[in-house]
């Protein structure tokens, strides 16, 4: 294996999704600190950032860039008060139950969201029960030329599962957050989990949704009545079911029937059959209703 200094580049090395599918990374590197974050950029300044993997599904063929692997970036630091600083690779479900025993309220109802601190961060993670932007202070972040970048939340162009610091790579960030009992918090989480596990195949193989709750452009309504307002943001997962979507299978990749937004591959499938399912229910929901799904997940394919 090559090294640099302390660093190994894997070669060909397996890249943990959720989707627990796709190829390979030519080259990855996980990095430890800041000093490797650079090395890895000074490498290849188009690296690529793999956190969780909970968001990610990656083309058969692989990758070309060298993968950073945020392993190493796991610490959590608590400050007096309400303070909280987590590294990017830090498990954003460990900080939730943490901060609860804590007493720390502000990140519980992001219970059930897999993902790294900084993949959360970068995704603007969040749904029905709170974003996590509304409890970011600051993100510590390293450029692609390789200086460090501090940005306070408002200086961040946050939105609806989009950051604009996709071209960073998140190291570290700090969250405000509040005071509160921690048997409420605990409560709390309990309620979140048991609304996900109510609603969604948890258990499946997937990224969790796959597509940004679209904005209509125009009302839109079926035979069943009503779906949506112009103006207004509907949800993708109803689009697909009104379509009749549900069970749709291309190859080894099915609609799921529980949550027509959650696309599952069957053991062993392909990355490509997830793909060509998610290119069908688009062009499906586009000649259905006349709207344009943007795909929440990321798909990383070779160059
Ligand atoms: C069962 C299930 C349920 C889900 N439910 C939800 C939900 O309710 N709400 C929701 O918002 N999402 C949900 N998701 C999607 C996923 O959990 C989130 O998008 C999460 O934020 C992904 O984080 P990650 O660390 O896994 O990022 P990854 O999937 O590893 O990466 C996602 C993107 O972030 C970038 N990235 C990751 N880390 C860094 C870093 N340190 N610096 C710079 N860029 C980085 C990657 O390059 C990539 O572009 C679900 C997924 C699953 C599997």
New binding site residues.
């Given amino acids: 294996m090559p090294t640099t200094a302390a660093m190994t580049i894997q070669k060909n090395a397996p890249i943990p999704?959720?989707f627990g599918i796709g190829g390979r990374a030519d080259r990855l590197l996980a990095v430890r600190s800041d000093d490797d974050i650079r090395r890895g950029l000074e490498i290849d300044r188009a690296a690529?950032?793999?956190?969780?993997?909970?968001?990610?599904l990656v083309d058969d063929a692989g990758v070309g860039e060298l993968v950073l692997a945020?392993e190493g970036y796991c610490g959590v630091e608590f400050a007096d008060g309400s303070g909280v600083v987590a590294q990017?690779?830090a498990d954003l479900s460990k900080l939730i139950h943490e901060t609860a025993r804590r007493g720390l309220a502000g990140l519980e109802g992001l219970i059930?969201?897999?993902?790294?601190v900084?993949?959360?961060a970068?995704?603007?993670?969040?749904?029905k029960f709170g974003q996590i932007a509304d409890v970011i202070r600051r993100v510590h972040?390293i450029s692609r030329g390789g200086s460090e970048v501090t940005l306070e939340r408002r200086d961040i162009h946050y939105g609806y599962?989009r950051s604009g610091?996709?071209d960073?790579?998140?190291?570290r960030v700090e969250f405000g957050l509040m005071p509160e009992d921690p048997g409420s918090l605990r409560a709390r989480v309990k309620d979140v989990m048991a609304y996900?596990k109510g609603s969604?195949p948890?258990a499946a193989s997937?990224?969790?949704?796959c597509f940004k709750n679209p904005t209509l452009r125009q009302d839109v309504r079926d035979e069943r009545g009503e779906i949506g307002r112009a103006g207004e943001r509907v949800s993708a997962g109803m689009l697909i079911d009104r379509a009749g979507l549900k069970g749709l299978r291309v190859r080894g990749a099915v609609v799921s029937e529980r949550h027509a937004n959650f696309l599952v591959p069957d053991k062993g499938a392909a990355a490509r059959d997830v793909i060509d399912l998610m290119e069908q229910v688009e062009r499906r929901v586009l000649d259905r209703f006349g709207v344009v799904l943007e795909r929440?997940v990321?798909v990383w394919r070779r160059k």
């Fill in positions: 999704t959720w690529l950032v793999l956190g969780d993997g909970a968001n990610l945020m990017a690779g059930g969201i897999p993902a790294s900084g993949g959360a970068v995704m603007n993670a969040g749904g972040a599962r610091l996709n960073l790579v998140i190291r996900k969604q948890l997937s990224a969790g949704c929440e990321v």
